[in-house]
């Protein structure tokens, strides 16, 4: 565009120059109005408005200079308003034609409104400068087609007004009134596949899992191999307690994508619902060798290496879990278990000291502590193992007095040693 209407031409201050320079006045004007006609092909009659007024302000400048002024229009006058007549010739006319692009002037040159050079002068503004075509905005994108507004728009009115009635109960937690209205919404428009699932949601979270459960199972019917709706059948069976359904499930959900960790994790946890418990080591190693960062896995991991009485492999990944999240109380504790069994009694020693730093008020690990640093001591620790056993045990009698076999190791041991000398 050739001119921006409400633009200042050369500036924020151009009406506010010094009043007695004229010349300055007109020169500007004059380079507005040929530069705003010419510079494009979208000049419009508000454009040159614009330029209309700009010059009008010049005049109402003239006349406070001069109020009394009965000579010949001067000579910039003439050219301005001869700048007018060809512009509002060119808007009458559709006249549109581009000017030559000039060749730039040197650092000592410039151009006038008709094309002739001269030499610049310290007080002459600055050339204006041509205003840029932008490209147009990028159109908005579609909607994505399994978004929340296309399946708004793909119910009818009716059908709509039901959802969303049902929809709002349910983020109320009123599942009575949104299983209703989902309900009436899929009657209204039963061939919508969206609409039934909505349904069986809206079902698992009333508290009506086999009922969910059909509708999972009549959805895949009509669409085979929809993995989301595969995934909540899955969950679906497991809340039924179906657990071979639901291990059906997850495995031909992996032999659609075997990188699903929920269903790996999920596989996993419903085996060992089953005391399939090699079957469900097999499986946490599996999503362990996709995501080596779990706490939790490695955690699962561990206790199901103490049900298969492998605490070496257990105390390993419970360190492993330990790393990755080491203010789990529980994973200490079987971290403490797994290395009294395989015998590491410092690596006992170390998870219970951290672990009743995370719980200093339980007497339990302060006993099992003090009975792990005895039998350091007895295998050939020094005296300071035995004296930290002694107040372990003394903490846990001030938790929880009522422990008489702890009494009895105190009384033995609080004396450095098993004599008591």
């Known amino acids: 565009m050739g001119f921006v209407p409400g633009a200042p031409l050369v500036g924020p201050n151009f009406f506010f120059l010094d009043r007695s320079d004229h010349s300055l006045h007109v020169g500007v004007v004059v380079r507005c109005v040929v530069a705003g006609v010419l510079a494009g092909d979208s000049t419009s009659a508000e454009e040159l408005d614009e330029l209309l007024r700009a010059w009008l302000r010049f005049a109402h400048l003239k006349a406070i200079q001069r109020p009394v002024y009965n000579g010949p229009m001067p000579v910039t006058t003439h050219a301005l308003t001869a700048a007018f007549v060809v512009a509002l ?43 840029q075509h932008t490209a147009p905005d990028p159109p908005t994108p579609a909607p994505a087609p399994d978004s929340r507004e296309v399946f708004l728009a793909s119910l009818t009115d009716q059908a709509k007004a039901a959802f969303l009635v049902g929809e709002a109960a349910l983020a109320e937690d009123d599942y009575d009134t949104a299983v209703r209205e989902i309900s009436r919404a899929v009657e209204l428009q039963p061939d919508n596949i969206r609409l039934f699932r909505a349904l069986a949601d809206t079902r698992v979270a009333a508290g009506q899992p086999a009922l969910a459960a059909e509708m999972y199972e009549h959805i895949l019917q009509l669409t085979p191999g929809d993995r989301p709706v595969m995934y909540d059948l899955a969950v679906t069976y497991t809340r039924l307690h179906r657990y071979r359904d639901a291990q059906r499930t997850y495995r031909e959900l992996l032999d659609l994508d075997e990188t699903n960790l929920a269903a ?16 469900a080591r097999q499986t946490w190693q599996a999503y362990l060798r996709h995501d080596k960062a779990n706490a939790e896995v490695y955690a699962l991991l561990g206790e199901l290496f103490l049900q298969l009485d492998r605490p070496g492999e257990a105390l390993g990944n419970l360190r492993e879990a330990h790393v990755l999240n080491p ?9 403490a278990a797994a ?6 009694f410092g690596w006992a020693a170390i998870a219970l000291n951290r672990a009743v730093g995370l719980s200093p008020d339980d007497a339990g690990l302060w006993a099992d502590l003090g009975d792990v640093l005895l039998t350091i001591y007895r295998t050939g620790g020094d005296g300071d193992h035995l004296a930290k056993a002694v107040v372990a045990w003394q903490t846990s009698l001030e938790l929880l007095p009522d422990q008489p076999a702890l009494q009895e190791y105190l009384a033995t041991y609080s004396q450095g040693t098993p004599d008591g000398n």
């Open 264 to 279: 790996l994790f999920n596989l996993a946890t419903v085996y060992r619902a089953q005391g399939k418990l090699e079957a």
């Open 339 to 344: 290395a009294k069994l395989s015998e590491n």
């Open 327 to 335: 203010d789990d109380l529980k994973t200490l504790r079987h971290m």
């Open 89 to 131: 010739a060119c808007v009458s006319s559709g006249c549109r034609k581009r000017a030559a692009t000039p060749s730039p002037p040197s650092a000592t040159e410039t151009r006038d409104a008709g094309g002739s050079t001269a030499v610049a002068r310290p007080d002459d503004p600055a050339p204006i400068a041509q205003p």
